[in-house]
């Protein structure tokens, strides 16, 4: 329990200065987006890749001092997902694309629950692409996937502490953290928005927690 503190502490603090660093790193790549809400308003930077960092710290940590499989394939979802997303916000992938792109975002996870079968794995492979794709279409309006995913994970961190499950508990956490904080800066009106970069990575991960 410590331990986790000490994660959700560190990962707030990454959390915080990614999300700073954010609409610097978007203006050099020229990563911009119309806000739905504000039509006439100029376009705000797509940040959602300022959500890795916190869960690359969370996870690569975790990983190392569990000795989780599990975790580590986690992390490897979070970097494919949101470069996967980064790349269609710099590029605009075709739909034919980004669905063959999001059909490899969860194959780590399927490698590590080939383990408890392969009926189980199919299962929960289908459900991380749903949730990705889901969580894609939900990020329409201000903090609509951000606030919506906060919700979730919550349960699942609650979940988690009941079960105990570490691994669930430090794979929720280190996501509802990173959410939170982005949370702050894309509920209405917006100053940042998400973009593919961190849609798919919270439709990803949290799926697989």
């Not at 690569?60 to 790349?87: F, K």
């Not at 903090?143 to 430090?170: K, R, V």
């Not at 929720?172 to 904080?181: D, E, R, Y």
């Amino acid at each position: 329990m410590l331990f986790s503190a000490s994660a959700a502490l560190s990962s707030t603090l990454i959390a915080v200065a990614a999300l700073y660093a954010g609409p610097r790193i978007a203006k050099v790549l020229n990563l911009f987006g119309r806000d739905v809400h504000k039509l006439d308003k100029p376009l705000l930077p797509l940040c959602g890749f300022s959500i890795l960092p916190p869960i690359f710290f969370a996870y690569a940590a975790s990983s190392l001092l569990m000795h989780s499989l599990a975790l580590a394939a986690l992390l490897i979802t979070a970097i494919t997902s949101c470069c996967i997303g980064l790349v269609d916000d710099l590029f605009q992938l075709s739909t034919w694309e980004k669905t063959a792109a999001l059909l490899l975002i969860p194959l780590p996870l399927a490698a590590v629950w080939l383990g408890e079968g392969f009926v189980s794995a199919l299962t929960c492979y289908a459900f991380v692409v749903a949730s990705t794709a889901s969580a894609n279409s939900l990020d329409v309006l201000n903090g609509s996937l951000t606030g919506s995913s906060s919700i979730a994970l919550a349960a699942f961190l609650l979940i988690a502490l009941l079960a105990p499950d570490n691994e669930a508990l430090i794979a929720s956490l280190g996501l509802l953290v990173a959410v939170l904080v982005f949370h702050s800066r894309n509920a209405f009106p917006a100053k940042h928005l998400l973009g593919d970069s961190g849609s798919l990575l919270i439709g990803a991960v949290a799926g697989a927690c």
